[in-house]
């Protein structure tokens, strides 16, 4: 039985939600004022949700900014309506374009629900030796935000083919939480109560943050979330800048060995 707390939350949630749909409607663009930031931190990529734009992330996305952290968009997604494999597919050539245009080379994901999953499918789309450049040695780690991992019990009731999409028996929804080699590099943050996922958002081998707040949209907007959010796709970046001095002082290592004279 829910309590009042919790069908209130429910009711605003919706109520956010209509907002930030009728701000995607009057505001279609790409955040371009968001791409400059430091070069030598990994470039930050938004997968918004399903029927979402850029726009429902966007106060994480102006708290990075603040942060140094270069933020980019993926305009083809649209409106995110697509089969999460041909979605991964468009975000994996996003971040080649990226590489190619701007010299970008190491990425994290900041994804709201359903961009989780494509989070996760690119991941392991990518997945191979940790140098190769088609690897998730460009994706260093994704902060999801209320994805539904091992999908919502509610979808097999809804018309459109889009969202039971999300049903535990959909074959995507079980193929991505049966391979795990991924869910170290994922960051699953979720409220207390999502109206929408009632099964939660923690995944097997993942750092899984419960934030004492409710909702599934409107938790985007509460600053322990952002806080969070912040925090932890600063950590990645830590962990992206040790990756980097271990392999550069290898290779220095090396350099002296080939250098030295034989004795």
Do not use: C
């Amino acid at each position: 039985m829910l309590t009042v707390r919790q069908l209130s939350s429910w009711g605003l949630d919706y109520v956010y939600a209509g907002v930030q749909q009728a701000r995607s409607l009057a505001h279609r663009h790409s955040p371009t004022q968001f791409d400059e930031g430091d070069p030598g931190l990994p470039a930050i990529v938004l997968l918004p949700g399903v029927y979402e734009t850029w726009l429902f992330l966007e106060p994480v996305a102006r708290r990075l900014n603040a942060r140094g952290f270069r933020i980019f968009t993926v305009p083809e997604l649209a409106s995110n309506r697509m089969p999460v494999p041909r979605s991964a597919e468009i975000v994996g050539s996003e971040l080649r374009r990226l590489q190619t245009d701007h010299g970008i080379t190491e990425f994290v994901l900041v994804a709201h629900s359903k961009g989780g999953l494509i989070g996760k499918h690119l991941m392991l789309d990518l997945s191979g030796p940790p140098h190769d450049p088609q690897s998730t040695g460009a994706v260093r780690g994704m902060v999801a935000i209320a994805t539904p991992f091992s999908g919502s019990r509610y979808a097999r009731f809804m018309l459109s083919r889009t969202l039971r999409a999300f049903s535990p028996r959909d074959s995507v929804v079980r193929a991505l939480l049966e391979q795990l080699q991924v869910n170290e590099r994922i960051v699953s943050i979720y409220g207390e109560f999502d109206p929408h996922i009632p099964g939660g958002s923690a995944l097997d081998g993942a750092r899984n943050i419960e934030l004492p707040i409710n909702g599934h949209f409107r938790i985007l907007q509460s600053e322990l979330l952002i806080a969070t959010v912040e925090q932890e796709v600063s950590a990645i970046s830590r962990r992206f800048g040790d990756d980097t001095s271990e392999d550069a002082s290898e290779d220095t290592r090396e350099d002296a060995a080939d250098e030295s004279p034989e004795r």
